[in-house]
C-alpha cells in the first residue's frame, strides 16, 4: 500500500459537538506530500489480510473491516464523506453486501473518523472508548434529530464480538496512550490488529496529542505484543507482518523521548535545548524527521510539572474557530 503519513491532512470532526468530543489535532508527524505526488495517489486501495479480514486505505487513512456471521464490524471510518462512500462500497463489495452492524471508534482524530455519520443510518452499534460513552451518545442523539439512534458501548478493557466462526476483540488502554481515548482491535482468524495511532509503521509516531501518555503507551504496545498478531495495521503507513520490530521501534521511540524531555525539564534548561538534547544524544535516522521529533519533544517537555508528571495538554481549538 501506499505510504501516506502526513498529518497535516487532518480535518476536523463535523459529527461531534460536545468539548469532550471536539477536534482532537495533530501538528505534522512525517513529511508532506507534494501536490504534483498528491494527485497521482488513487483515492483508495483495499487488501485482503486473512479469513473475512479485510484493510482499506481511503484517502489519507487506513480503515480495517471484518466480516462475522451476520454483519460486519468496521475500524473507522474514514477523513470525509467521499472516504466513508468508498469504503462502505468496498464493504458491500466484498462481503456479498452485509450490513455493517458494529463500528469501532479507534479514537477522535478527524482523519480517522469523520465519516462516521454515513454508518448510522443502519443502526450499527458504536464502540468508543468507556470514558467518552455518554457524550458520545448524547452527540448522535442530537444528529439523529428524532431518527434512529445507535446503540454505544463503551469499552473499559475489552469487549468480544463473535459471530460465524470469526471473533473480534475491541481493546482499550487503562489509561491514556497515543491519545486519551484509544480502541484497537485484533481479529482472530486473520491475527490482524488494527492498532490506530498507537503505530505509525516504519517512522516514528506523534506525541502531540495533549493527552497521550508515553509510559501508557508502552504498556499498551505490549499488550499488543501478547496477542502475537501476524499483521499490523495503523491509522496511517503501510501495513506490516514485522509486527515485533515495529512495536519494539515505537516503544523504544517513546522511551527515548520521554526520558529526553523528562532529563531536559530535571536539569532545569528550556524548552529551546530540547532540540539539541534530542539530536546530541540519540539521533534515530530515518526512522524520524528532525521536525517531527522535535515537535514530540517539545509537546511532552511542555506537558511535564516539576514533579515529573504529566499534565494534559490545552483544550485543542474547535473546527473552523466555531465554539462547539
Ligand atoms: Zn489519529
Same mark, same amino acid.
Given at each position: 500500500?501506499?505510504?501516506?503519513n502526513s498529518?497535516?491532512?487532518?480535518?476536523?470532526f463535523?459529527?461531534?459537538?460536545?468539548?469532550v468530543?471536539?477536534l482532537?489535532p495533530?501538528?505534522?508527524s512525517?513529511a508532506?506530500i507534494p501536490?504534483?505526488?498528491?494527485?497521482?495517489?488513487?483515492?483508495?486501495?483495499v487488501?485482503k489480510l486473512g479469513?473475512g479480514?479485510w484493510v482499506g486505505r481511503f484517502?489519507?487513512?487506513?480503515?480495517?473491516?471484518?466480516?462475522?456471521g451476520?454483519?460486519?464490524l468496521v475500524v473507522?471510518?474514514g477523513?470525509?464523506?467521499q472516504?466513508? !462512500?468508498?469504503?462502505?462500497?468496498e464493504i458491500k463489495?466484498s462481503t456479498s453486501?452485509?450490513?455493517?452492524?458494529?463500528?469501532?471508534?479507534?479514537?477522535?482524530?478527524?482523519?480517522?473518523?469523520?465519516?462516521?455519520?454515513?454508518?448510522l443510518a443502519t443502526? !450499527?452499534?458504536v464502540?468508543?472508548?468507556?470514558?467518552? *460513552?455518554?457524550d458520545?451518545? !448524547?452527540?448522535?442523539t442530537h444528529?439523529?434529530?428524532?431518527?434512529?439512534?445507535?446503540?454505544v458501548?463503551?469499552?473499559?478493557?475489552?469487549?468480544?464480538?463473535s459471530?460465524?466462526?470469526?471473533?473480534v476483540?475491541v481493546?482499550?488502554?487503562k489509561?491514556?496512550a497515543?491519545t486519551?481515548?484509544?480502541?484497537?482491535?485484533?481479529?482472530?482468524?486473520?491475527?490482524?490488529a488494527?492498532?490506530?495511532?498507537?503505530?505509525?509503521?516504519?517512522r516514528?509516531?506523534?506525541?502531540t496529542d495533549?493527552?497521550s501518555?508515553?509510559?501508557g503507551?508502552?504498556?499498551?504496545?505490549h499488550?499488543?505484543?501478547?496477542?502475537?498478531p501476524?499483521v499490523?495495521?495503523?491509522?496511517?503507513?503501510?501495513t506490516s507482518t514485522?509486527?515485533?520490530a515495529e512495536?519494539?521501534?515505537?516503544s523504544?521511540y517513546l522511551?527515548?523521548?520521554?526520558r529526553?524531555?523528562?532529563e531536559?525539564k530535571?536539569k532545569g534548561l528550556?524548552?529551546?535545548?530540547?532540540?539539541?538534547q534530542?539530536?546530541a544524544i540519540e539521533?534515530?535516522?530515518?526512522?524520524?524527521?528532525?521536525? *517531527?521529533?522535535?515537535?514530540?519533544?517539545?509537546a511532552?517537555?511542555?506537558?511535564?510539572?516539576k514533579?515529573g508528571?504529566?499534565?494534559k495538554?490545552?483544550e485543542p481549538?474547535a473546527?473552523?474557530?466555531v465554539?462547539?
Amino acid at each position: 500500500m501506499l505510504r501516506v503519513n502526513s498529518f497535516s491532512f487532518v480535518r476536523p470532526f463535523r459529527w461531534l459537538g460536545g468539548a469532550v468530543l471536539a477536534l482532537l489535532p495533530l501538528a505534522a508527524s512525517g513529511a508532506e506530500i507534494p501536490a504534483s505526488k498528491a494527485s497521482v495517489i488513487p483515492p483508495f486501495e483495499v487488501a485482503k489480510l486473512g479469513p473475512g479480514t479485510w484493510v482499506g486505505r481511503f484517502g489519507i487513512s487506513n480503515c480495517g473491516w471484518v466480516e462475522l456471521g451476520s454483519g460486519v464490524l468496521v475500524v473507522d471510518t474514514g477523513a470525509s464523506n467521499q472516504d466513508a !462512500a468508498n469504503l462502505q462500497s468496498e464493504i458491500k463489495r466484498s462481503t456479498s453486501g452485509k450490513p455493517v452492524k458494529w463500528v469501532v471508534v479507534s479514537h477522535l482524530h478527524g482523519h480517522a473518523n469523520s465519516g462516521l455519520p454515513a454508518f448510522l443510518a443502519t443502526g !450499527a452499534t458504536v464502540y468508543v472508548h468507556a470514558s467518552i *460513552a455518554a457524550d458520545t451518545e !448524547a452527540a448522535l442523539t442530537h444528529m439523529a434529530s428524532g431518527g434512529k439512534v445507535p446503540k454505544v458501548v463503551g469499552v473499559k478493557q475489552s469487549v468480544v464480538v463473535s459471530e460465524g466462526g470469526q471473533t473480534v476483540e475491541v481493546l482499550a488502554p487503562k489509561g491514556a496512550a497515543s491519545t486519551g481515548v484509544d480502541l484497537w482491535i485484533f481479529s482472530s482468524e486473520a491475527k490482524a490488529a488494527f492498532v490506530a495511532d498507537l503505530v505509525v509503521t516504519g517512522r516514528c509516531p506523534s506525541m502531540t496529542d495533549g493527552q497521550s501518555d508515553p509510559l501508557g503507551w508502552v504498556a499498551e504496545l505490549h499488550r499488543i505484543a501478547e496477542k502475537k498478531p501476524s499483521v499490523i495495521v495503523g491509522s496511517t503507513g503501510d501495513t506490516s507482518t514485522a509486527v515485533a520490530a515495529e512495536l519494539a521501534a515505537t516503544s523504544a521511540y517513546l522511551e527515548r523521548v520521554y526520558r529526553i524531555a523528562k532529563e531536559t525539564k530535571e536539569k532545569g534548561l528550556p524548552e529551546a535545548r530540547v532540540s539539541s538534547q534530542l539530536s546530541a544524544i540519540e539521533k534515530v535516522g530515518e526512522y524520524c524527521s528532525t521536525k *517531527a521529533d522535535i515537535l514530540n519533544g517539545l509537546a511532552i517537555y511542555r506537558r511535564l510539572g516539576k514533579d515529573g508528571k504529566l499534565r494534559k495538554g490545552p483544550e485543542p481549538p474547535a473546527p473552523g474557530g466555531v465554539k462547539p
